[in-house]
């Protein structure tokens, strides 16, 4: 080798200078990380020498210069043509001998190392790229299934010209790079076969949010631009980094993505066409085929995950060790190999939107009116924005986009950057929140909905829309202009409480975002919400499907259930999947999850629970909370929620979860389902477990110390605890306006429920509307010396307000 050409196990982190951050951090992994087990394609990369070498030979230095110097840097009115005389300039140019035989030698040396090494790719890596406050990713062209040296050297002159695509020009000027001291690096690397399996992106923190306790995966069939270009909705995979350290099963969460496209090899077509292409590059002047297509996807693969639980696990492991050998959040790239099955890490870079960026603001917004849903898809953001929609074919109609309007397109690339730049919201038909739409959109700090499907269909140009993505991990667009509220947190002004703050939640896709919050924790985790929402179906009906007597529903629940091992597994998977969500997002702050407190009129209305549901006049005081637990008519259903509780507690690792019983009426009623819970392998005690009773019945009140001697702490339920001590239905238009949780007698059962637990050194906490609607109940809750209070997520901030006022006047 020379000083033009380094074989990857030469080069360092060190050597972006020389390299490209891209292969100087191939050439890193495989230094460093090929000995722990982490499989990285070998290869080689063309110098920046090599490169100024190209330059010199051609005498194209200074010509270039001159042509850039008259770029206009305002409007960029003439960006194209300069771009396109550069590059002509490049294309025409020939490579010097000496850099021709480099690179043909240190294919040959590839080809002799590896076994059966039939073609490669060759990507570009710009000398300042990939850093983590500017990252050129996207902006060069990369080639794929590449055979035979001389095709080869040609796909390196490719990168060389790519470095003059009109995106890339105007990416340099915005970002203050000289454009002739950024040099090209073309990196050579082993073909990974996944056209013929999978490929994907992997985040290791949470895109949207920066949360760092977990990773995120996705992954669609084929080669992986279309994930990365957001072309499919791919497969979506959460994992619980504390449990790859431990060991245990650390998958917490899984989304079937629609994966309708496959994009393969074009075996007619050229083998060194580039797999990306745009307005303004290198590759779409070429004028020749790409050797890459996109074919549909049949449909019983689409309904198949792109990984099993195992390469999951595998991959997130080595993602994990990649951030911490580069000790900050990476963007990784991985492919598994079709015909030899294994997996491979083919890129990895430093993340470039949360990495380096203290919190010290929470914004929150809350639709306040209704509206007609038009598309629903991905959300990014966590924000809301409203406009004029914009249907846009090309980058090329950008003056047709105003500032603040809403974009709508089918799918974008690198030379969208200017467009989306003036969308106040981005609405695509395909992608997911690791495409190029997704990423754009939170460098930006806008609000996009990907991956919809029908979004250029379904919203007509000019239109007044909403775009919400404040609602969870689904993003909405509504049909006209919705009113909402914006909710400011400054994170440094708020002050430490000694009565700990937490949250009240039920839906686990904005679990991530509310971990950010400066709370305690989850003070009450509602597994109706989950139930109702992702399972949506009677846990015996799931149990007893066979035995449905309504046919519609029976094969309802057998689509929903097919891509399990039973519909059981069903059952448990999702509601151990939604609990490990939320527990990952606050690890290791506590998490108290109550188990499921449907009354009976509510279970009917679940797929199939009218045929095991008895009818009441008043479910409200009937067969709820602890008494269905040991009822012979519901304890199948509830040892499917033992057994979700068990797999998030001991297989995933997440001890952080403690389990609360609501509705309990009398201390024998505590006793049988403690009994029952250690049946199910939830021993109180054992790996840390904690078990909560909710103080909503007068009994538990009146006998807390008994009840006390059961349960490790309690959380008092104001809603029903109110209702049941002043004989009200909250429900009734009649007499609601007598409910009332500051009535005297509501408060003295609350001070009691508070001594008691005092008394006997128990915690205990309270979760209801109160606290959040009304000041005078937080300052009497501090005066009565409760431990925790639990506050809806939009009034958390008012709520620490008004726990520190209370505390300072106590």
């Known amino acids: 080798m020379s000083e033009l050409v380094l074989p990857f196990n030469q080069i360092t982190n060190t050597d972006t200078s020389v390299v490209g951050g891209k292969n100087a951090s191939l050439g890193e992994m495989i230094q460093k990380l090929t000995s722990k087990g982490i499989h ?12 100024r070498a190209f330059l010199g030979h051609n005498n194209l230095e200074q010509p270039l210069a001159d042509l850039l110097n008259t770029l206009d840097t305002d409007s960029f009115s003439n960006l194209h043509e300069i771009g396109k005389q550069a590059r002509k300039m490049v294309r025409e140019a020939n490579m010097p001998n000496d850099v021709v035989d480099a690179i043909k030698e240190a294919y040959e040396q590839l080809k002799a190392s590896e076994v059966n090494l039939t073609a490669v790719a060759v990507r570009s890596s710009a000398t300042a790229e990939d850093l983590p406050e500017a990252s050129f990713a996207g902006q060069h062209d990369s080639f794929l299934n590449v055979q035979g040296a001389e095709e080869v050297m040609r796909a390196c002159q490719k990168c060389f010209i790519s470095l003059f695509n009109d995106r890339a020009i105007k990416y340099r000027a915005d970002n203050g790079f000289e454009h002739m001291k950024v040099a090209l690096s073309a990196g050579v690397q082993r073909m990974v076969r996944s056209d013929k399996a999978s490929a994907g992106v992997i985040f290791t923190i949470a895109p949207d949010s920066g949360l760092n306790t977990v990773l995120f995966m996705t992954g669609s069939w084929g080669l992986g631009e279309n994930v ?27 989304k079937l993505g629609t994966k309708e496209m496959t994009m393969v090899y074009a075996t007619d077509a050229p083998a060194n066409q580039n797999e990306k292409t745009g307005e303004g590059s290198a590759a779409a002047e070429a004028g020749e085929n790409l050797n890459t297509t996109n074919i549909s996807t049949p449909k019983d693969k689409q309904e198949q995950w792109v990984l099993n639980d195992n390469e999951i696990t595998t991959l997130a492991a080595w993602a994990l060790q990649i951030e911490e050998h580069y000790t900050k959040p990476m963007d990784i790239e991985w492919a598994k190999d079709g015909e030899s099955g294994e997996l491979f890490i083919v890129q990895a870079r430093p993340e470039t939107v949360h990495s ?60 969208w950057d200017p467009v989306l730049k003036k969308a106040s919201a981005i609405v695509t038909d395909s992608g997911g929140r690791t495409s190029h739409a997704a990423i754009v959109a939170r460098e930006v700090g806008a609000v996009a909905v990907v991956g919809t499907g029908n979004g250029t269909q379904s919203i007509k140009d000019g239109q ?33 409480t000694k009565t700990q703050a937490m949250l009240i939640l039920g839906d686990p896709e904005q679990a991530f975002f509310y971990a950010m919050y400066p709370v305690a924790g989850v003070g009450l985790m509602r597994l109706e919400f989950v139930i109702n929402n992702s399972i949506k ?13 309504d046919h519609e529903t029976k094969a309802q629940l057998e689509q929903l259930t097919k891509n399990y091992e039973s519909p059981s597994a069903y059952f448990v998977e999702k509601l151990s999947q939604a609990v490990a969500t939320t527990a990952a997002a606050f690890f290791p ?13 509510e279970y009917a209305n679940l797929l199939g629970g009218q045929q095991f549901e008895p009818h009441e006049e008043n479910p409200m005081l009937g067969f709820r909370g602890a008494s269905r637990y040991y009822h012979e008519k519901y304890m199948e ?42 049946e199910q392998g939830l021993t109180q005690g054992e790996n840390g477990l904690e078990l909560y009773m909710m103080v909503e019945v007068p009994s538990n009140v009146i006998l807390l110390d008994q009840f006390a001697e059961i349960f490790d702490g309690f959380s008092i339920g104001s809603n029903d605890l109110t209702q049941l001590t002043l004989g009200i239905d909250r429900d009734s238009s009649t007499i609601s306006e007598l409910f009332n949780e500051r009535d005297p007698a509501a408060e003295k059962m609350i001070a009691m429920a508070i001594a008691g637990a005092k008394r006997n050194n128990k915690k205990i906490g309270l979760c209801g509307q109160a606290p959040s609607d009304f000041p005078e109940v937080t300052k009497f809750l501090v005066e009565q010396g409760i431990d925790s209070i639990s ?13 520190l006022k209370a505390e300072r006047q106590t």
């Open 40 to 51: 990285v394609p070998d290869g080689f990369a063309t110098t920046a020498t090599a490169y």
């Open 228 to 254: 990365v270009q957001g072309a499919v909705n791919a497969d979506e995979f959460y994992v619980f980094k504390d449990a790859i350290r431990q060991q245990k099963k650390a998958i917490v969460s899984k």
């Open 356 to 415: 380096g960026k203290s919190i010290t603001c929470l914004k929150s917004y809350h639709l306040t009116s209704e509206g007609q849903v038009i598309a629903r898809g991905n959300g990014v953001g966590g924000k809301i924005a409203a406009g004029k929609a914009r249907l846009l074919h090309s980058p090329k109609e950008i003056d047709k986009l105003q500032q603040g309007d809403v974009l709508v397109t089918g799918i974008t690339n690198p030379d």
């Open 464 to 496: 007044e829309v909403t775009v919400s993505c404040a609602e969870g991990e689904e993003g909405k667009v509504y049909e006209g202009i919705l009113a909402w509220e914006e909710h400011n947190m400054e994170l440094d002004k708020l002050g430490q």
């Open 537 to 549: 179906a009677h846990p015996l009906a799931l149990i007893h499907l066979q035995d449905l007597e």
């Open 589 to 601: 702050r506590d998490v108290i999850v109550r188990m499921s407190d449907f009354k009976s009129n």
């Open 637 to 678: 259903g509830f040892k499917l929620e033992c057994q979700a509780m068990r797999v998030v507690r001991d297989e995933m690792g997440l001890t952080n979860v403690k389990l609360m019983i609501p509705f309990c009426r009398t201390t024998e009623e505590a006793a049988r389902i403690k009994e029952l819970m250690a």
């Open 791 to 803: 506050f809806n997520p939009d009034a958390i901030a008012q709520g620490i307000q008004n726990i």
